[in-house]
């Protein structure tokens, strides 16, 4: 489809700006277009269009065609502010992948009497059923050639399984399976018109790469669990997946996990990576990564490198960014809790920054320095893990959108990276050791802000209208926009007060956000109270220490008491606030991220 609101330019071609309609007009247009809804079980979950992409491993960031590099007005327009649903119907339809799947599949059941069944046993494996005669073993390699459906269990310690049944519809139901290859894939799904991988209900299954592959050529797979064409995982069962190579489950297309299964892997890179586009309907996914942990690289295909998250809980520890996309990342009614570079621990200071959580530290506390410096060069080693890594809880090109679940974001650089960042509900949780929330255009430039400065509106975009969101920040900013802030609902806090360019708040462009800051103090585990004139009241439960704090998503004029359970309690006007003052609590402005003011900020004041 040509889809205005992903039209974004390559750097192959000239960038021409064409006249565009306006956002509401483009949306509209998109009503009868398939949402991918985000379903836990079942054929309606999202899908996913076969599309053959070229291009190398699967592991590269490298692309078949021209990487854009530019976000044209349309897509700046259609993102900000955006739903779940508008994102996703502009991206690529994803329900092709999922049409051959079927209820049963998703149940973790399957029909013994018409399958084929491959008992796997040391080095070889044998075959039964009216299908045998489309598998092939030879020793601890089988290869299946033909549609159908192929039970495997057993253990199978030295070898792999093949599918390359061109055009043909390939199910493999793992029941009880263990495949260790050592010099390469446990399953390479190498051609196949639809497949299925299905994880039987009540059973237990292991796949193990080697740590060097005998296979080094361009297209050689890359992960224990690696396919060249789409593929769904769905089922009931569990299913570990260790990854000594590079990646534990990876897709040169598409990859969808829905359903109810229990996936755990452990990966020297990325975790699950799905290269045109990443969906996660369902199921409880557990990634250890020293990588990314879920992942989506197309960039020559402007529909493509989105990662979709629905009703699935997903816990990842990454040695990078948690979740990184090229695009966009979505989240509806998921449970994600990530833990990137170690978390805010690991917080690498910038010059003339240190101390606690939301505060400002010494000038000449320069301990990491020189690391955060060297940070700046975005290099890989050769296993493809970046030695140089800026771990981020979410990073994505263009936008994040979150309008239900539970995300909670650990992160040693920023928290949550977009170009547009969009939250209307749910819980965001974050303690980082950058910016918090940071909407930036990031490697790209936005049209119409080609030639700005660090300090300029960079045409980022960030919309907070709802959800209850924190913020705990070790160095730089809480909420930082690069471009204009617009927090007009929700409940919404953060660590340390507004006041200066590296506080609480900081905004390049224009800025609609009111609140308080200042006084009480709060530690983690305290209540937060927030009173309204009119007695209405909300709470939450703080994650950080710090002398102030910043309430934001209040209504101008209105006078609010903020109460802590450790720090007692203070009323306050909320007013606007960027990176300048207003809206003060207690006995009077303080300096950034709750360190006393200087006698000349107090002087400025009054």
């Given at each position: ?9 390559h750097?192959a071609?000239?960038?021409t ?8 007009r483009l949306l509209a247009?998109?009503a009868?277009?398939?949402l991918?809804?985000?379903c836990?079980?079942?054929t ?5 269009s076969?599309?053959n992409?070229s ?5 590269d960031?490298?692309?078949?065609g ?5 976000i044209t007005t349309?897509v ?5 502010g955006?739903?779940v649903?508008e994102i996703l ?6 329900s092709?992948?999922?049409?051959a799947?079927?209820?049963?599949d998703?149940a973790g059941?399957?029909d ?5 069944t491959?008992t796997?046993?040391g080095d070889s494996?044998?075959?039964?059923g ?5 598998v092939?073993v030879?020793?601890g390699t089988?290869?299946?050639?033909a ?6 269990s ?5 070898g792999?399984v093949i599918v390359?049944?061109d ?11 263990s495949i260790t290859?050592a010099?390469g894939?446990a ?6 018109g639809?497949a299925?991988v ?7 299954n292991?796949l193990?790469?080697g ?6 050529s ?14 769904v ?6 299913l ?10 990876s897709?040169k297309n598409?990859l ?8 755990t892997?452990?990966a ?7 290269k045109?586009y990443?969906?996660?309907s369902?199921?409880?996914i557990?990634?250890?990564a020293?990588?990314?942990g879920?992942?989506?690289t197309?960039?020559?295909?402007e529909?493509m490198?989105?990662?979709a998250?629905?009703a ?8 990078d ?13 998921t449970t994600?809790t ?6 805010q621990?690991n917080a690498t200071?910038e010059e003339?920054f ?5 505060q ?6 320069q301990?990491?320095?020189a690391?955060?410096d060297?940070?700046?060069d ?5 296993s493809?893990?970046d030695?140089?890594?800026k771990?981020k809880?979410?990073?994505a090109g263009v936008s994040?959108?979150?309008?239900d ?6 992160a040693?650089?920023?928290?949550l ?19 918090g929330?940071n909407a ?5 430039v ?6 700005v400065d660090s ?7 960030l919309t907070?209208?709802?959800?209850q969101?924190?913020?705990s ?10 471009g204009?802030a617009?927090v ?5 806090v ?9 506080g609480?708040?900081?905004v390049n ?8 800051t200042g006084s009480?103090?709060?530690s983690?585990?305290?209540?937060i109270?927030v ?5 209405t009241a ?6 950080f220490?710090s002398?102030?704090?910043t309430v934001?998503?209040l ?5 609010y008491?903020v109460a802590?359970?450790s720090g007692?309690s203070?009323?306050?006007t ?6 300048g003052?207003g809206?003060?609590m207690?006995a009077?402005?303080g300096?950034?991220g709750g360190e ?6 107090m002087?400025?004041q009054?």
């Amino acid at each position: 489809m040509n889809n205005p609101l992903r039209r974004l330019h390559h750097n192959a071609h000239t960038a021409t700006r064409t006249t565009r309609p306006a956002r509401a007009r483009l949306l509209a247009a998109l009503a009868g277009v398939a949402l991918v809804a985000g379903c836990s079980t079942g054929t309606d979950a999202t899908g996913a269009s076969s599309t053959n992409s070229s291009g190398a491993n699967a592991s590269d960031t490298e692309s078949s065609g021209a990487a854009w590099t530019t976000i044209t007005t349309a897509v700046a327009e259609a993102s900000a502010g955006a739903s779940v649903a508008e994102i996703l119907a502009a991206n690529a339809d994803t329900s092709g992948a999922v049409a051959a799947v079927t209820a049963d599949d998703d149940a973790g059941a399957y029909d013994a009497a018409s399958a084929t069944t491959i008992t796997l046993s040391g080095d070889s494996a044998s075959v039964t059923g009216d299908g045998a005669g489309g598998v092939g073993v030879d020793g601890g390699t089988i290869t299946i050639s033909a549609a159908g459906t192929y039970v495997l269990s057993g253990e199978l310690t030295d070898g792999e399984v093949i599918v390359n049944a061109d055009d043909a519809e390939v199910r493999l139901v793992l029941d009880g399976a263990s495949i260790t290859n050592a010099d390469g894939p446990a399953i390479d799904i190498q051609d196949a018109g639809g497949a299925v991988v299905v994880l039987a209900e009540g059973s237990e299954n292991t796949l193990i790469d080697g740590e060097t592959y005998a296979d080094t050529s361009e297209d050689a797979p890359t992960a224990a669990l690696f396919s060249s064409d789409t593929v769904v995982i769905t089922g009931t069962g569990s299913l570990r997946v260790t990854g000594n190579h590079n990646d534990a489950v990876s897709s040169k297309n598409g990859l969808v996990i829905q359903g109810a299964p229990t996936i755990t892997v452990d990966a020297v890179d990325d975790g699950i990576r799905g290269k045109d586009y990443l969906v996660v309907s369902g199921g409880t996914i557990t990634v250890t990564a020293g990588g990314d942990g879920l992942k989506s690289t197309e960039d020559d295909d402007e529909t493509m490198g989105f990662i979709a998250l629905g009703a699935a809980d997903i816990t990842i520890t990454s040695g990078d960014d948690g979740v990184s996309a090229t695009t966009d990342v979505t989240v509806d009614g998921t449970t994600l809790t990530v833990t990137a570079g170690g978390g805010q621990v690991n917080a690498t200071s910038e010059e003339g920054f240190g101390g606690a959580p939301g505060q400002q530290g010494q000038a000449g506390d320069q301990a990491g320095a020189a690391a955060s410096d060297s940070a700046t060069d975005d290099t890989e080693d050769e296993s493809g893990v970046d030695d140089a890594a800026k771990p981020k809880g979410v990073n994505a090109g263009v936008s994040y959108t979150q309008e239900d679940g539970t995300v909670t974001l650990d992160a040693a650089d920023e928290g949550l990276q977009a170009a547009f960042i969009n939250i209307a509900g749910g819980v965001l949780t974050i303690t980082s050791g950058d910016d918090g929330i940071n909407a930036t255009n990031g490697d790209r430039v936005i049209e119409g802000y080609e030639n700005v400065d660090s300090e300029s509106d960079d045409g980022a975009v960030l919309t907070i209208s709802g959800g209850q969101v924190q913020v705990s920040f070790t160095y730089s900013d809480g909420i930082d926009s690069n471009g204009s802030a617009h927090v007009t609902g929700g409940q919404v806090v953060v660590s340390g007060q507004a006041g200066s360019m590296d506080g609480a708040v900081d905004v390049n462009g224009e800025s609609q956000i009111y609140g308080i800051t200042g006084s009480p103090s709060v530690s983690t585990g305290d209540t937060i109270t927030v009173t309204g004139a009119d007695g209405t009241a909300w709470e939450m439960t703080s994650v950080f220490t710090s002398q102030y704090l910043t309430v934001l998503g209040l209504t101008e004029g209105e006078d609010y008491t903020v109460a802590t359970t450790s720090g007692g309690s203070a009323t306050g006007t909320a007013a606007a606030l960027s990176s300048g003052m207003g809206g003060m609590m207690g006995a009077g402005p303080g300096g950034m991220g709750g360190e006393p003011p200087s006698d000349a900020a107090m002087d400025g004041q009054g």
